[in-house]
């Protein structure tokens, strides 16, 4: 499979106001995955690299559909360009009605069809093959829009840190509702940070085993760093591993998993042509597993999770 890492980008590239490297020889290129690659090549790559980028596992016309469906919802807030075509989520620049907004968001979060997106059979063969049974599917499922010029992004941070109450095989998949390429700032994978992110948690693990049971699966004791982040400095992170941001041109269609444990983040949405983000990231694992139980309920802003 071809991979697509010989363009030139516009560096650096931003995240919270830190630039992640110094110039676009200090990170990498995720590498894609063929979904259909035997079910050993696919433990074996996730094992090593702690994610899998499965290219085109999805239906393009069913994730465009959806990300029509989510903008078209927003239509009357302000939030799109006036009279654009709500699968191209052309941002207005204008100020919306933020509680409108919020609203309509947290309703998305729990419409049928988006559950039903989330259940794609696409996805759940995947995961019933890669798990080897039955599946469960956490209620609490996140969908994400940014405009261009936001400059808040995803700190780095890995997933068991909000998920600690429940099995450490637990299993996010973020998918791109929308082609997102690099400089729309999708995901960025600190390069074999799965291991890092097992010795960060054994650490708090002990730091942690004096507190009372809330406190001790809170991404926020007193043990944590600001909202639970591992770093919002990028490259400091990446310095103190001596490893590389891996950064990739997601393609509607496109899903990653990533192990609870690899550290990522997100960079700012600089699309010349003013489209947003939008992106969901919903987590599986067996069903016979313990799950989180504070994951059984929708997500919604300041859930504190
Ligand atoms: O989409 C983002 O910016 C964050 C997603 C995330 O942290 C995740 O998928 O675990």
Redesign the pocket.
Known sequence: MMIKNARTLDFPLISNGYPIAATQQDTGWLEPTKPAAPLAQLHKRYQEHGYLWLKGILDREAVMAFRSRFFEAFRSTGLLAEESDPVEGLDSGQEVDREQVHRIWMEAVRWPEYEAFCYSPQIVRFYESFLGGDIQLLKRK?I?Y?RPGDIH??PG?Y?LIYLRAGTDHVY?S?IPLGDIPVEMGG?VYLEHSDTLGRQMEAEFSKLNASLSYEERISAYNKNMTEGGWVGKDLAALATKIGGRWLLADYEAGDMVV?SPYMI?G?TENRDPLGRMRL?T?IRYQRQSDLSDPRWNNHYYVGDKL
């Open positions: 996140i994400r940014t992004c995803t941070h997933d996010s973020w995901l990533h990522h997100s992106s990231d």
